[in-house]
Structures are given as C-alpha cells and as structure tokens.
T-cell receptor
Framework: EAQVTQNPRYLITVTGKKLTVTCSQNMNHEYMSWYRQDPGLGLRQIYYSMNVEVTDKGDVPEGYKVSRKEKRNFPLILESPSPNQTSLYFC??????????????FGPGTRLLVL | AQKITQTQPGMFVQEKEAVTLDCTYDTSDPSYGLFWYKQPSSGEMIFLIYQGSYDQQNATEGRYSLNFQKARKSANLVISASQLGDSAMYFCAMREGSYQGGSEKLVFGKGTKLTVNP
C-alpha cells in the first residue's frame, strides 16, 4: 500500500529535550516536506527536500532541522524543543514530476506537546 | 498579504443539501494549481480535488466540484448531497510555479469547519 508513515503519532516531552519525528514514504517520491498545523493558522511549511541531500527552508524553519540521506526518509529534528513548538505536524511527499496537478500525499500526523 | 483566504470559519448544512465553501487566492504567477483537502476529526489530510490555472473546465470528483472563476481569483468547493461523514475541516491550498520545475510548496488557507446536520 502506497503511504507516508510518521512516528511517533503522539509525543509529550519537556522543554530542551531533543527529539526526532520520523517520516518515511514507499512511493519513490523525490519531494518531501514538513508542515505544522496550528488552530486558526492552517498548515505552514517548515522544511522541504527536492531530493537526497537537497533541503531548504520553508516559512517557519526556526527551531527545526531536517536531513535527507535516503530518498524514502525525511526526519524532523527538534534540537531543543520549546512550548511554542506544540503543534500537529504533517509530513508530505510527491513525485515532483513538474506537473501542476501532482498532489501531495500526507502522513497521518504527529501530535506534539512540549511542557 | 494572505495568498489563500477562506472567509468562512464555520458552515452548517442539512444532510442531502448542497454547500459551497469559499476560497479566494492571490498570485501574479500565470501558472498555478489549486487544491482542496478534507481533514476529519481523526486528523489526517485527505486530497479531494485539483484545478489547474490553465484548465478550461471546472474540476469534478464525484460529489465534489470546484467552481473556478479565474478573473475573480476564486476556487470555491461545492459539495452536493451532503452526508454526515462530510463533517470536517476543509482546506484550500495553492501551488505556484511553471509547468516544468514548478514549486512544490503548498500554501494553505486557515480552513472552514463544515458541520452536516441530520
């Protein structure tokens, strides 16, 4: 089954404790992206990657890191989480065929609470 | 300035009736794509429908159709024959860029919460 998986699905942590949210896709997609969703703000892009070893900042990158060492994986790293990073996080991927209609496939989301 | 505006924070509709969810967008790029996603209370993002800026006809997918008015820069989602399972948040999103090598970034509106009443 074609899918984007994220782990963990739910996470409660404390300020300053480093954490990683994993994202993996099995569709051989070039493009992967991380979004955060906050009430009243919709989804905002954090980081994205066009391919292996190619990453770039989105609209809200502060406090986050990413890496793309393999095509299928795109982990999101919070080196020192703070309460304002409490949010719902989505990983997404697409083929990056250049076609405008190429839709992005979203993972199930990770709910993060930073105390 | 917001690139995607959804002016209806919440909407109510009776089961079996049609409902229109509004979306206006702002771009100077002649090539762009517009998407609608559904987010039920379980949280996942479900792709519903896509409209390209060069498409001549309005997109349709089952009970979903997109009322695309390019001059007005609007891309309203129409859901016909509403069902209880349609109760969810709905997000309009836009991707800008040329056909080849276009940006993959999606810019989202703030969403509309649709409630379908029995």
């Amino acid at each position: 089954e074609a899918q984007v998986t994220q782990n963990p699905r739910y996470l409660i942590t404390v300020t300053g404790k480093k954490l990683t949210v994993t994202c993996s896709q099995n569709m051989n997609h070039e493009y992967m992206s991380w979004y955060r969703q906050d009430p009243g703000l919709g989804l905002r892009q954090i980081y994205y990657s066009m391919n292996v070893e190619v990453t770039d900042k989105g609209d809200v990158p502060e406090g986050y890191k990413v890496s793309r060492k393999e095509k299928r994986n795109f982990p999101l790293i919070l080196e020192s989480p703070s309460p304002n990073q409490t949010s719902l996080y989505f990983c997404a991927s697409s083929l990056y065929s250049g076609a405008q209609g190429e839709t992005q496939y979203f993972g199930p989301g990770t709910r993060l609470l930073v105390l | 300035a917001q690139k995607i505006t959804q002016t209806q924070p919440g909407m109510f509709v009776q089961e079996k009736e049609a409902v229109t969810l509004d979306c206006t967008y702002d771009t100077s790029d002649p090539s762009y794509g517009l998407f609608w996603y559904k987010q039920p209370s379980s949280g996942e993002m479900i792709f519903l429908i896509y409209q390209g800026s060069y498409d001549q006809q309005n997109a349709t997918e089952g009970r979903y159709s997109l009322n695309f008015q390019k001059a007005r820069k609007s891309a309203n989602l129409v859901i016909s024959a509403s069902q209880l399972g349609d109760s969810a948040m709905y997000f309009c999103a836009m991707r800008e860029g040329s056909y080849q090598g276009g940006s993959e970034k999606l810019v989202f509106g703030k969403g509309t919460k649709l409630t379908v009443n029995p």
